[in-house]
């Protein structure tokens, strides 16, 4: 069986300054390549900016990216694009497929033609790949991630692209059943959408000794981590608000953003201070040991597509309190992973916290149901996809 080429295209990729940005991305196509049938190589676009200078805060960190890099043994190169204030939406995936397209090509010339566009992220990315593969008459496969889903469509033209985007695109590939469905409702060919859920990476994620990591990290007390990035629909603040019915328990909160102010001034409007540390993006390995230090993960997002911080917390023992939303449900499935919550609120939260914590699950057990999540079945559909597209476009 030939090894079949691929091309990964997204802006969603980790890069040298932000390490973290898009990791699942790299997470599922990392085991692709274990399996040994692929190869690849990838095109992260970032948007362009003039200076390093502090006083453009953390845009100015597009600017210290690397043009080419290598992660993992995988070539990565990051063409830059404008992104153009108010107007930038609409034409955006014209403008990311316009910048990539010389480093596209520059790989076509150097000798790696390969066999199809692997997409991910519907728009801007999917449509830009789409005008890709267009102009190189390549196939392009799609994978939907949650938001680009979830909640752009609701803007008219980037709905239009998108639908036009899956209509020309060979397959597109959905995380969950719930954006799957979503599609469907939006107008997309059911026929043509696979759901290949993320994995989580079993290896990375294991728990460690729950007294002699609590002892390393001075955690002495019933204590809840909240993991993503600081912005609204994360729902930081309804765990913050948790605290006020939950005054024997302390919460952690992983990540950094937009919300970190807002946040700080929360816990001390409603006088939990003492009891929130804002620990800041932290690494997979430090993630681990916060994993296996708490009492439980709480994830109150209002959109998800598959969060994989609640399967990260499994694979370390630690049962999730999550809201039942989107692919959420199809995650949490069994008493063991924890429970969902239907109300988005502080005292939801709350009071689900307390139902977990009466009757908790062995961290064995959880452990043992988030084994069933291994990325072996999911990557090698997504294998078996790509070599059935280059089937029926080599037979047509």
Known sequence: ??????????????????????????QR?????????????????VPWFPSSARRFGRYALFSKIHSREERFGIPI?????????????????????????PAVSRLLSGGYEFDLIDAH????????????????????????RGTDINLIPDYILPHRMILWAAGKADRSITVCQALKDEMIRLGADADKIHVFRNGVDLE???????????KKLGINRPTLLSVGHLVERKGHHLVIEALRDLPEYQLLIAGDGEELRNLENLVREIDVADRVIFLGALSHAQLVEYYSAVD????????????????????????????????????????EAGILIDDRSGGAIA?????????????????????????ESSVRAVEETFRAVLEKRNSS
């Open 121 to 144: 992220y519907y728009y801007p990315d999917g449509v830009a790949a789409v005008m890709l593969a267009k102009w190189l008459n390549k196939p392009v496969v799609i994978t939907a």
């Open 1 to 26: 069986m030939r090894t079949v080429r691929i091309l990964t295209f997204s802006t969603l990729y980790p890069n040298n300054v932000q390490k973290g940005h898009g990791i699942f991305v790299e």
């Open 29 to 45: 196509l990392r085991h692709l390549l274990k399996l040994g049938g692929v190869e690849c190589r990838v095109v992260a676009p």
């Open 296 to 335: 439980s993960l709480v994830l109150a997002s209002s959109r998800e597509g598959w969060a994989n911080v609640l399967l990260e917390s499994m694979a370390c023992g630690t049962p999730v309190v999550a809201t039942r939303i989107w692919g959420t449900p199809e995650v949490v499935t069994r008493p």
């Open 351 to 375: 009071a689900g916290v307390r139902q977990l914590m009466m009757n908790p699950p062995s961290r064995t057990m959880t452990r043992k149901y988030a084994e069933n999540f291994a990325w």
């Open 204 to 214: 990375c994620f294991q728990p460690l000794d729950y007294v002699s990591i609590r």
């Open 77 to 101: 190169d990051h063409p830059r694009y404008p992104v153009i204030p108010k107007i930038g939406m609409t034409i955006a995936p014209l403008l990311l497929a316009i910048f990539a397209y």
